[in-house]
């Protein structure tokens, strides 16, 4: 085993916030990219604009800019609403606005505009007829949706999917930069102290490696899974 | 200058013309870094494309392994190693290497090349195993040699499947090129950065940084579907 001159449970417990932090920006996409998707393909003017302008905005924009801006404008924005609640009411409201949920509410964000494009495209793969179907059986909207369109849309969005959790899951290296104490950051701390940069970084590049190799698999699983009625020529 | 604009900064605190000028070098930097890493992944990657198609595991298993690795992992640790790494080389700091990799420039061009020359190689990669077997066999049974037969038929026809992914990964590289800023470069990010812990004004610094980088984006789409309808001329429906 290498020696990692004490920093070893520092490094576990960053792996562990990485996968905190990707699990959950990846529930806040998931969330982001259905009402997306939904909004893109709804008959509502205003609901497509919004979501046009959503997924356009977070497209243009890079990723660290944003957490940036959402790190520390997040702050001045949650002072200034702390000292208007006490100034007009007299509450005393504070709250710290930590890298952590920073980092959250970005990954989440950005994925949730790619999530949305990718759910749009598999919403339209659903052949229509099911729908009517379903409709004709007098079920209900929610129904149609979690009984009929959920399934058979899960299997044209998964690929797009699991390469959007691939980026995701590289892209929580980024939270390091505004100081969440994720693996990253541990190993750059100890990199430096120690002077020795590869001894630290290439067992974190290997953690992040091993992290997507096991996605693709467990994706090729659900996959296989998801297409289990489907007749494939060979 | 024009005077509305003249005395629009001379009204504010932030952006004065000397906040506009460091915006200006770190649009420099972006762009320089950003275009260079580009010109050499591309030039590395069609090389590397066509030995990763090769039967022979010999010569595409290095390829691929190199492309698992700069795909499977963070850039920001690339950076990180190649970065710091490079000055830890034992005895880097007597040879005529060390000039050129003291800065931040140079380790981030290197890190940002190897990594956009990783994606690009699978896009090409992709492009080419996709190639219709009749083009081929068409150009075999002209009798096109190998080398021929690469330049004429299978790398042009390739270019025109590769260039919508390869778009994405121009754009991508747009924005990951902000964590140059982590290096102490001082890119557009990097700019930014120094404009808010001066002011201590998040949206003004970042909001403002980020329009620059959406109307660079666009103007990359809007290049990027030009090309695309160049390229792609040949296909469209004729339609009167």
């Given at each position: 085993m290498i020696d990692l001159k004490g920093y070893g449970p520092a490094l576990l417990d960053g792996a562990v916030v990485t996968i905190e932090l990707a699990l959950l920006s990846l529930a806040l996409s998931l969330a982001l990219g259905l009402i997306g998707a939904s909004a893109k393909l709804s008959k509502s003017r205003v609901a497509i604009a919004i979501a046009t302008t959503y997924t356009t905005l977070i497209r243009g924009v890079p990723d660290l800019v944003m957490m940036l801006l959402f790190y520390y404008g997040g702050q001045v924005a949650v002072n200034n609403l702390s000292d208007y609640l006490y100034d007009a009411y007299g509450v005393d409201f504070f709250f710290q606005f930590d890298p952590f949920i920073a980092g959250v509410l970005t990954i989440g964000l950005i994925f949730g505009a790619y999530m949305a494009e990718t759910f749009r495209g598999a919403f339209l793969a659903v052949d229509s007829g099911q729908i009517e179907a379903a409709r004709a059986y007098g079920f209900s909207r929610w129904r149609t949706f979690h009984r009929i369109i959920l399934p058979q849309m899960l299997r044209h969005a998964l690929p797009g999917l699991g390469n959007n959790w691939q980026v995701l899951l590289k892209t929580t290296a980024l939270v390091s930069i505004i100081g969440l104490t994720d693996m990253v950051r541990v190993a750059e701390e100890a990199a430096k102290a120690e002077r020795m940069p590869f001894h630290f970084f290439i067992p974190v590049a290997f953690v992040y490696l091993s992290l997507t190799a096991i996605s693709e698999l467990f994706i090729k699983w659900l996959t296989k899974r998801a297409n289990v009625g489907v007749v494939q020529g060979s | 200058m024009p005077e509305f604009l003249a005395e629009l900064l001379s009204q504010n605190d932030i952006f004065t013309a000397s906040t506009i000028m460091e915006y200006w070098g770190g649009l420099v930097t972006t762009v320089q870094l950003v275009f260079l890493s580009l010109v050499l992944g591309l030039v590395l990657a069609v090389p590397l494309a066509i030995l990763r198609t090769s039967k022979n595991p010999l010569i595409n298993a290095p390829v691929w392994f190199y492309t698992y690795i700069f795909r499977g992992t963070p850039l920001l640790i690339q950076l990180y190693i190649i970065y710091y790494g490079l000055a830890q080389i034992?005895?880097?700091?007597?040879?005529?290497w060390w000039e050129i990799f003291r800065g931040a420039f140079y380790p981030a061009l290197l890190a940002f090349t190897l990594n956009t020359a990783a994606y690009t190689t699978e896009i090409i990669r992709g492009a080419i195993v996709a190639t219709p077997s009749g083009e081929i066999e068409a150009a075999k049974a002209y009798g096109m040699s190998w080398a021929l037969r690469m330049r004429r038929i299978i790398l042009p026809s390739a270019a025109r499947r590769a260039v919508q992914a390869y778009s994405n990964e121009v754009i991508f590289m747009l924005h990951a090129?902000?964590?140059?800023?982590?290096?102490t470069l001082v890119d557009l990010t990097g700019a930014a950065r120094n404009i808010y812990s001066r002011f201590y004004a998040p949206f003004d610094a970042f909001i403002f940084v980020a329009l620059i980088y959406m109307a660079l984006t666009f103007m990359l789409v809007f290049a990027f579907r030009k090309l695309e309808n160049y390229l792609l001329q040949h296909q469209r429906p004729v339609s009167g």
């Amino acid at each position: 085993m290498i020696d990692l001159k004490g920093y070893g449970p520092a490094l576990l417990d960053g792996a562990v916030v990485t996968i905190e932090l990707a699990l959950l920006s990846l529930a806040l996409s998931l969330a982001l990219g259905l009402i997306g998707a939904s909004a893109k393909l709804s008959k509502s003017r205003v609901a497509i604009a919004i979501a046009t302008t959503y997924t356009t905005l977070i497209r243009g924009v890079p990723d660290l800019v944003m957490m940036l801006l959402f790190y520390y404008g997040g702050q001045v924005a949650v002072n200034n609403l702390s000292d208007y609640l006490y100034d007009a009411y007299g509450v005393d409201f504070f709250f710290q606005f930590d890298p952590f949920i920073a980092g959250v509410l970005t990954i989440g964000l950005i994925f949730g505009a790619y999530m949305a494009e990718t759910f749009r495209g598999a919403f339209l793969a659903v052949d229509s007829g099911q729908i009517e179907a379903a409709r004709a059986y007098g079920f209900s909207r929610w129904r149609t949706f979690h009984r009929i369109i959920l399934p058979q849309m899960l299997r044209h969005a998964l690929p797009g999917l699991g390469n959007n959790w691939q980026v995701l899951l590289k892209t929580t290296a980024l939270v390091s930069i505004i100081g969440l104490t994720d693996m990253v950051r541990v190993a750059e701390e100890a990199a430096k102290a120690e002077r020795m940069p590869f001894h630290f970084f290439i067992p974190v590049a290997f953690v992040y490696l091993s992290l997507t190799a096991i996605s693709e698999l467990f994706i090729k699983w659900l996959t296989k899974r998801a297409n289990v009625g489907v007749v494939q020529g060979s | 200058m024009p005077e509305f604009l003249a005395e629009l900064l001379s009204q504010n605190d932030i952006f004065t013309a000397s906040t506009i000028m460091e915006y200006w070098g770190g649009l420099v930097t972006t762009v320089q870094l950003v275009f260079l890493s580009l010109v050499l992944g591309l030039v590395l990657a069609v090389p590397l494309a066509i030995l990763r198609t090769s039967k022979n595991p010999l010569i595409n298993a290095p390829v691929w392994f190199y492309t698992y690795i700069f795909r499977g992992t963070p850039l920001l640790i690339q950076l990180y190693i190649i970065y710091y790494g490079l000055a830890q080389i034992e005895g880097i700091q007597q040879t005529f290497w060390w000039e050129i990799f003291r800065g931040a420039f140079y380790p981030a061009l290197l890190a940002f090349t190897l990594n956009t020359a990783a994606y690009t190689t699978e896009i090409i990669r992709g492009a080419i195993v996709a190639t219709p077997s009749g083009e081929i066999e068409a150009a075999k049974a002209y009798g096109m040699s190998w080398a021929l037969r690469m330049r004429r038929i299978i790398l042009p026809s390739a270019a025109r499947r590769a260039v919508q992914a390869y778009s994405n990964e121009v754009i991508f590289m747009l924005h990951a090129s902000a964590i140059a800023s982590v290096v102490t470069l001082v890119d557009l990010t990097g700019a930014a950065r120094n404009i808010y812990s001066r002011f201590y004004a998040p949206f003004d610094a970042f909001i403002f940084v980020a329009l620059i980088y959406m109307a660079l984006t666009f103007m990359l789409v809007f290049a990027f579907r030009k090309l695309e309808n160049y390229l792609l001329q040949h296909q469209r429906p004729v339609s009167g």
